[in-house]
Structure formats: structure tokens, C-alpha cells
């Protein structure tokens, strides 16, 4: 072999033994990065949880809120249609209670107007043709009975 050959070997060989140095450190500076790295997720996950933990705890109360919201919603809708349910009975039973009150005034107006036909009549009939045991006191008209005081018989 000759010797600028022998040179030129050794100097590929320096030169491949130089860039596997510096391809080692690259690899271990890539595995201490891979490492470095994995070790930071695993930190930051520890750190997280607690927070995802609260954040699922928040978002159940959220949703039980939500459901709670919408029974809510529904039994006010239900309270709402009975509201107007009684409001509609209690509006038939005032247009109910003014008719009858204008049917008792209409029937206490033919009975007080009977009433003052009868005294009208009464007054201008003798005391005689009044059946036996039957007349006016003291000139009044037919009223309410009179109340007996304490102590007079009934």
C-alpha cells in the first residue's frame, strides 16, 4: 500500500471517527431531550388534573343545573296554565254570581212590588172583609213579625 494512500485511509478514518463523536452526542442530546420532554408531560399532566378533575366536576353540575333549569321551566308552565285555568272559573263565577244577583234583585223587585199591590189593597178594604183574626196593626202594613222582648211569651 502506499503511503499517501495509507494517509488518506487514515484520514477518512479520523474524519468517520469525528463525525460518529458528533453524531453520539447528537443522538445523546436527542435522548436527553426525548427524556427531558417525556418528563415534562408527565408534569404537566400531574398539573392538569386537578384541573380536567374540575372541569368534569363543573361541567356534571352544569348539566345537572341545566336539567334542574328545565324542570323548573316545567312546573312553572304547569303552575301558569292552572293560573289560567282558575282565572277562567273564576271569571264564569262572577258573570255566574252577577246573574243571579240580578235575578234575586228582579225577583225582591216582583216580590216588594206584590207586596205594596197587597198593603195597597189592604188599605182600601174595610177591617171587616179581612179574614177573622187578621189586621193591619196600628195601621202599618204587613212587615217582618215583630221580635218578642225577654220575659213576654212567644
Request: charged share 25%; glycine share 6%.
Amino acid at each position: 500500500m502506499s503511503p499517501s494512500l495509507t494517509i488518506s485511509l487514515v484520514g477518512v478514518a479520523i474524519t468517520l471517527a469525528a463525525i460518529l463523536v458528533q453524531l453520539g452526542r447528537v443522538l445523546q442530546r436527542a435522548d436527553q431531550n426525548e427524556t427531558t420532554l417525556k418528563d415534562l408531560k408527565e408534569q404537566r399532566e400531574k398539573e392538569l388534573k386537578p384541573q380536567s378533575d374540575l372541569i368534569a366536576v363543573v361541567r356534571q353540575r352544569t348539566h345537572e343545573l341545566a336539567n334542574s333549569i328545565q324542570n323548573v321551566n316545567a312546573h312553572h308552565s304547569l303552575v301558569d296554565s292552572r293560573i289560567v285555568h282558575l282565572e277562567t272559573g273564576m271569571s264564569e263565577l262572577r258573570r255566574d254570581q252577577s246573574t243571579g244577583a240580578g235575578e234575586l234583585r228582579t225577583a225582591l223587585a216582583e216580590v216588594l212590588d206584590r207586596l205594596a199591590r197587597i198593603e195597597t189593597a189592604l188599605a182600601h178594604t174595610s177591617p171587616s172583609a179581612l179574614p177573622a183574626g187578621r189586621t193591619p196593626a196600628s195601621g202599618t202594613s204587613f212587615g217582618p213579625p215583630r221580635r218578642s222582648q225577654p220575659g213576654e211569651p212567644r
